[in-house]
């Protein structure tokens, strides 16, 4: 039997009588008069005689060590010992389970237990472990595997901690003594099992004398009763919590608590003063704030709600009082105008009551309070009020231009009583059909009227004072045009008469109607009649229905488009005006070919195609037509088409003209296109700057010295023609007032390669001309004018 021996446990109390015990057995388990059966020591052991015990005596197997230990040996915990271990060094003891090894070590010879580091019973209660003694030299158990416990010892290392805090709370104001908060919890981690270090008690160490706790469940009250808000609203409460019931050497902790005071409605509301002045102009809009004013009330939230009413004075008509929901003021509103003339002072009695009422404090009430409010009416310069803002008016249509129709009238509200002009706002008689007197404000008509195209003429009348234009009052003339007989009726449609070849006489065919612009006040009525020049027709007659309608009907039956195909009867229509009006409207009847039910197939006149041209001949000739139209265009537009120069000026230069000759040219014939003098005379020309396109607004700024320019007269006439157009083209390119383009020229000059030479006359005006036409006379009869134009005849000139 291996027993179990304790030492160094020190527990204070209800141990010292079992460490006596332990201590008298020697400090083992197992006492040798407890009537065990043991082997001879001269025999060997038998193992299953060493693991099968008859008998069993109490084990101690729970061993206590002191948490939090500090000394720098390690702490003993206990003694294992074996029967079996005859102390001759067979026996080795071994230690498993929670901490063996890291925590908890065994001496496998002694059996001795210890604790190698500093245990904290917060952290572990009690380790489980199991020991077991075995033959040092085989391994093999002498003993069965024993499980024990190592309890932890609890010391007071832990203070109390309010896990909850801080704690914010609420109370009413003014309530009673006593009143609860909240309450407060601290816990602590020791064992509450074991002595007295888990045994809290509160106290308050900040907030006396307003507050209290109680020690052992925390619980705050108020200690002070009628705590006001108004005065102070907030309070912060030291709450102290302390283990070891509150003794001396206990570990405390504590916590902060505020304590915020609720407001409730025990404060009515005053006004700051007991009569307020305020002054408004008369002109001040309807609905216009008037003032505001206030009653201070020192709760909150809806405790400081409040509700304001007008009491009495001459004010409930005039004025309104509301109160703003966001500042809680009373708002003075204007409910009418102000007139400084009529009244010019109002004098208001106004209350202020709490809206949420607290009965609990009606002992400090009323809450209610009143004042008055004097409101001084300032006097403005209004303009003119008509006496009727609304003045209606009757004239007749044919009323002569000039007709009075009646009167306005409108005065000055002020004191000065200022004089009136009036006029016509013309936005709203565009066309002019009245006038009104500046002076007496007499409405008459400036056009004739018509009723028809407007009945009804609403004006718009400005009132203005004489000594202040800018004050002006607008008044409404509402004039109605009354009704004349000026409208004949006519019919109400355009009637399409369809009357079938197969009528029977006294078939009625249509039913008319009419319809007149006039709106006499009976009411309408006409009368129908056939025209006097168809009365006795034979084909149709008129029936009037009494009824502001009349029918058509057939005289006779037999009718035949090809005969006639259409029929044309006047009717005569009639009204009840005084004078009464007529007109004669003209009714179109088509025949119609129909069916059996009297459905028109066909109408009008019919088409003789015997002689006719087909659908095919007409559209085909129209379209030579057409085609013949389209060609003479063109020819008319190829015609009118001609090129015209890019510049004319009214001094035409053909020199500044782009030709362009897609033959050989006229020969001598063609003396219209060039001025051949010119070409060739080039030394002979005006200004070389100047364009001869354009004429130029401003001189040119560059010339050419008269120096540099070459005679032509001596060079070939293709080089005298390339000469010239490099020269202008020269001209052109330096020339800073040309045109921004080039202008290029062509000349179909014939050259030298005739027979004839040239036969131009033209050079031969110019005065410094030596060609000799003599040689023309002996060319004939055909050059014989020629000849007498430029021969050379002595006494002779043909400017002579």
């Known amino acids: 039997m291996m027993g179990w021996c304790c030492s160094g446990v020190r527990r204070a109390l209800a141990l010292l009588a079992l460490l006596f015990v332990l201590q008298e057995r020697g400090c083992r388990g197992l006492d ?6 043991e082997k001879s020591p001269q025999s060997d052991p038998d193992p299953w005689e060493v693991l099968h015990r008859h008998k069993r005596s109490w084990v101690w ?47 496998e010879d002694t059996g001795d237990i210890h604790a190698t580091k500093r245990l904290d019973r917060e952290a572990q209660a009690y380790y489980t472990l199991q020991a077991q003694a075995v033959d040092r030299f085989t391994n093999i158990p002498v003993e069965p595997r024993s499980e024990f416990v190592v309890k932890v010892q609890d010391i007071n290392d832990n203070e109390p901690k309010f896990l909850d805090g801080p704690y914010l709370a609420g109370v009413p104001e003014m309530s009673p003594l006593g009143t609860m908060v909240v309450q407060v919890v601290a816990t602590d981690a020791d064992d509450p099992t074991y002595g007295s270090s888990a045994r809290v008690v509160y106290s308050i160490i900040h907030g006396q004398p307003y507050f209290s706790v109680e020690p052992k469940t925390g619980v705050i009250r108020t200690a002070l009763s009628n705590m006001d808000r108004e005065t102070r609203d907030q309070y912060v409460l030291v709450i102290q919590a302390k283990d070891m019931v509150g003794q001396m050497g206990g570990l405390s902790g504590t916590t902060s608590v505020t304590v915020t005071l609720t407001d409730v409605n025990d404060n009515p509301p005053r006004f700051a003063d007991k009569g307020y002045q305020y002054t408004v102009l008369e002109s001040l809009p309807v609905q216009s704030v008037v003032a505001r004013i206030k009653a201070a009330d020192d709760d909150i939230g809806s405790n400081a709600e409040i509700d304001y009413r007008i009491m009495d004075g001459d004010g409930p008509g005039m004025f309104n009082i509301t109160t703003d929901e966001n500042t809680q003021e009373g708002v003075i509103i204007l409910k009418k105008p102000l007139d400084f003339e009529t009244k010019s002072g109002f004098a208001l009695k106004i209350e202020a009551t709490n809206r949420n009422i607290d009965s609990n404090f009606l002992m400090l009430g009323p809450f209610s309070d009143i004042t008055s409010v004097k409101v001084t009416v300032e006097d403005v310069n209004e303009p003119p009020v008509f006496s009727s803002t609304l003045k209606e008016l009757v004239v007749s249509e044919d009323a002569k231009v000039g007709t009075s129709i009646g009167r306005v009238s409108a005065h000055d509200p002020d004191t000065i009583n200022s004089s009136i002009r009036y006029s016509i706002d013309r936005n709203t008689d565009l066309e002019r059909f009245f006038n009104v007197d500046a002076l007496s404000g007499i409405i008459s008509t400036a056009k004739l009227l018509d009723r028809e195209a407007n009945s009804v003429h609403n004006l718009t009348i400005f009132a203005i004072e004489s000594q202040d234009p800018t004050q002006i009052g607008r008044g409404i003339a509402l004039v109605t045009v009354l009704d004349i007989n000026d409208n004949a009726p006519v019919f109400a449609i355009d009637y399409e008469t369809l009357l079938c070849e197969n009528a ?7 039913t008319i109607s ?9 009411g309408h009525r006409f009368y129908f009649s056939l025209a006097a ?11 009037d229905n009494k009824d502001n309608t009349a029918s058509i009907l057939t005289k006779r039956g037999g009718f035949r488009r090809r005969e006639q195909p259409v029929y044309r009867l006047p009717v005569l229509i009639v009204d009840s005006g005084s004078p009464a009006l007529s007109s004669t409207n003209t009714l179109s009847v088509r025949v119609c070919e129909c069916d059996s039910d009297g459905v028109a197939l066909s109408c009008g006149a019919v088409a003789y195609t015997a002689t006719g041209l087909s659908t095919g001949a007409l559209l085909a000739i129209l379209g030579c037509i057409l085609t013949l139209l389209v060609m003479v265009l063109l020819i008319v537009m190829m015609r009118r088409r001609r090129k015209e120069p890019l510049i004319l000026e009214e001094e035409r230069d053909i020199r500044e003209n782009i030709v362009r000759y897609d033959d050989e040219g006229g020969g001598e014939e063609d003396t219209e296109a060039f001025d051949m003098v010119t070409l060739r005379n080039l030394n002979i020309i005006r200004d070389p700057n100047v364009r001869r396109d354009v004429t130029p607004d401003t001189p040119t700024f560059f010339q050419y010295p008269s120096a540099s320019r070459p005679s032509y007269k001596s060079l070939p006439d293709n080089v005298v023609f390339r000469e010239f157009i490099w020269e202008r083209l020269k001209d052109a390119d330096v020339d800073p007032s040309a045109p921004p383009y080039d202008s290029l020229q062509t000349y179909a000059f014939e050259g030298s390669g005739s027979v004839a030479e040239s036969l131009s006359s033209l050079e031969s005006l110019s005065t410094d001309s030596d060609q000799n036409y003599d040689y023309l006379s002996n060319w004939g009869p055909r050059f014989k004018k020629l000849a007498d134009l430029y021969g050379n005849s002595e006494g002779t000139s043909v400017f002579s």
Do not use: C, W
């Open 514 to 522: 009419a319809v007149d612009k006039d709106e006499p006040l009976s």
């Open 504 to 510: 029977m006489p006294g078939q009625i065919i249509q």
């Open 32 to 37: 040798p008069g407890s009537g065990e059966l």
């Open 61 to 107: 197997n729970q061993f206590f060590v002191l948490e939090e230990y500090t000394g720098n040996e390690p702490l003993y915990v206990g003694k294992l010992h074996s029967d079996v271990d005859k102390g001759d060094g067979r026996v080795k003891y071994v230690l498993t389970g929670e901490g063996a090894s890291s925590i908890f070590t065994i001496d």
């Open 533 to 543: 020049a168809v009365v006795g027709n034979l084909n149709f007659t008129l029936r």
